[in-house]
């Protein structure tokens, strides 16, 4: 399995501004995701990132407010821009990993810790 | 599309009791089947998964779960749970057909171990 770090791991921000959220994989890997978890509530995904190639975003989510970069294979970003109160949420980056992997986003999963955002 | 059902929001057990979570999916064709749990503060770990083969699944942490496809039920079960247990648990489904490129996770059931 994958070992995932991200940064920061919580913060506080006023509205109006962004946040630009890290996700560092400890291997090489083709996919990495974006999921929300609002309180008290599941995952949502966010967007899909290979790297290359921009981000595949999840309806109700847009490149405007979401932005992603995927540099390399062990890295990328999601950053929330323009905050609310609403944006109040965990982030978390995951990876799809294992052997035999299908690489197609419906494998086995690793997560990170996840970024506690609040928004005043 | 595929979809998961968690019928528990909460579930509160005696330490040393056992323990079964549901979980139901929908999907037209073989899932991928999954199990997280998410400690307070912490992100989601792997505790076991169905993709083919053997329809009961060990997993770690003593967790081990049945693929029962005529009820389109993956239950989570413990046969003696411990303090450390009590988090939050998702079930998650994927799909085996390229038409469907996602993990869809359940609403969650949070776990109380009651001393």
């Known amino acids: 399995s994958a070992v995932i770090s991200q940064k920061p791991s919580r913060d506080i921000c006023q509205r109006g501004t962004s946040l630009t959220i890290q996700c560092q994989v400890d291997?090489?890997?083709?996919?990495m995701f974006w999921y929300r978890q609002q309180p008290g509530q599941s995952l949502t995904l966010i967007a899909t990132?290979?790297?290359?190639?921009?981000?595949?975003?999840e309806s109700g989510f847009v490149i405007d407010k979401f932005p992603i970069s995927r540099p390399n294979l062990t890295f990328s970003t999601l950053t929330v821009s323009n905050m609310s109160p609403e944006d109040s949420s965990i982030y978390l980056c995951?990876?799809?990993?294992?052997?035999?992997?299908?690489?197609?986003?419906?494998?086995?999963?690793?997560f990170g810790p996840g970024t506690r955002l609040t928004v005043l | 599309a595929q979809s998961v059902t968690q019928p528990d929001i909460h579930i509160t057990v005696s330490e040393g009791a056992s323990l079964e979570l549901r979980c139901n999916y929908s999907?037209?064709?073989?899932?991928?089947l999954f199990w997280y749990v998410q400690s307070p503060g912490q992100g989601l770990q792997l505790l076991l998964k169905?993709?083919?083969?053997?329809?009961l699944v060990q997993g770690i942490k003593g967790f081990e779960a049945e693929f029962k496809r005529s009820q389109s039920s993956f239950n989570l079960r413990k046969p003696s749970v411990h303090w450390s247990d009590a988090a939050e648990y998702f079930c998650?489904?994927?799909?085996?057909?390229?038409?469907?490129?996602?993990?869809?996770f359940g609403k969650g059931t949070r776990l109380h171990i009651l001393p």
């Open positions: 995951s990876v799809e990993g294992g052997a035999g992997a299908n690489r197609k986003g419906t494998d086995t999963q690793y």
């Open positions: 291997s090489q890997v083709t996919m």
């Open positions: 990132a290979n790297q290359g190639s921009e981000a595949t975003y």
């Open positions: 999907y037209g064709a073989t899932p991928y």
């Open positions: 169905y993709f083919s083969g053997d329809t």
């Open positions: 998650a489904v994927g799909a085996a057909s390229n038409r469907d490129d996602k993990i869809i």
